[in-house]
């Protein structure tokens, strides 16, 4: 059995950035709380809660004092960083560079809107972690669009900005644009804000999913990214799985193949895939 792991696969700078951080952390202390999974994959948070993380909720985060968090690259609101101040808590702020670049552009955009009576449209998912962080920046009133059906929440006869979670689908952002600009009746502003990093691979993963008879896509599943990724491949290659970890694996994929391709999410750590390929190299 042929195994090749797509090497532009695995962890984006931001997860990289935040997973270095912590363990330097930890090598001073016995234990680093960190605000919400450090990455959305399982397998490379009880690793890193192995070496002393202890992940922590926000309902958690805002009954803590005197100690130290780790904030992971999605980003943080406003509040969090406030409550820290105000109760003696030492941030370690892995906010992506990209991330924090789009929350100032967000909070200019809204106070500008707030001078025109306009609004912001971030295009995302409700809930996911980097949206609570930009919608931070509007004092939480941000629009919130996953798809056509959320654009009779705006207001037609207002100006607006429109952005994006970084890690979205650029095709999927371009036409909500495009719609809501046919419906509004003011200046609407586009502003593409999604990380080509992640979108730099969706041509890659088309191009390895074509590759191999059978496409094994490693992710988590709290992970957008690894969802969105994941569907490209399948609908390159009907033969994709996925798979969080070893014990996911289904023996009967591989009947009658001799090429396996092994990828995954930004949020994918690169010894979870070598794992996966030297056990299915096995069979």
């Not at 609004?119 to 629009?143: R, W």
């Not at 593409?192 to 590759?211: G, H, M, W, Y």
């Not at 599943?221 to 290659?237: D, H, P």
Request: proline share 3%; aromatic share 8%.
């Amino acid at each position: 059995m042929k195994v090749t792991i797509d090497q532009k696969s695995g962890f984006c700078f931001g997860v990289v950035n935040a997973i270095e951080m912590a363990e330097n952390t930890l090598n001073d202390e016995e234990n680093l709380y960190c605000l919400g999974d450090i990455v959305h994959n399982g397998m490379e948070v009880k690793r890193l809660e192995s070496l002393g993380l202890v992940t922590i909720d926000r309902e958690q985060f805002f009954k803590l004092q005197n100690c130290k968090v780790l904030l992971r690259a999605h980003g943080e609101p406003p509040s969090t960083y406030e409550y820290a101040r105000k109760n003696n808590i030492e941030l370690i702020d892995a906010t992506c560079p990209v991330v924090l670049k789009l929350q100032q552009r967000v909070k200019k955009a809204h106070e500008e809107m707030q001078e025109k009576d306009g609004q912001i449209i971030l295009f995302g998912k409700p809930g996911h972690a980097e949206v609570v962080g930009l919608n931070g920046q509007t004092d939480d009133k941000a629009i919130i669009v996953e798809n056509e059906n959320d654009l009779q929440k705006i207001d037609s006869d207002k100006p607006a900005y429109f952005f994006s979670q970084t890690t979205k689908s650029i095709d999927e952002f371009h036409s909500l644009a495009s719609e809501i600009k046919n419906r509004s009746t003011k200046k609407i502003q586009v502003k593409d804000t999604i990380c080509r990093q992640v979108a730099n691979r969706v041509p890659r993963l088309k191009e390895f999913s074509k590759e191999h008879e059978v496409i094994l896509f490693v992710g988590g599943k709290k992970s957008s990214n690894a969802r969105f990724l994941f569907e490209v491949c399948k609908k390159t290659n009907p033969n994709s799985f996925f798979v969080s970890n070893k014990d996911e694996i289904d023996t009967t994929w591989f009947y009658g193949k001799s090429s396996v391709g092994i990828c995954g999410a930004t949020s994918t750590p690169q010894w979870l895939m070598e794992e996966i390929a030297e056990i299915v190299a096995g069979y």
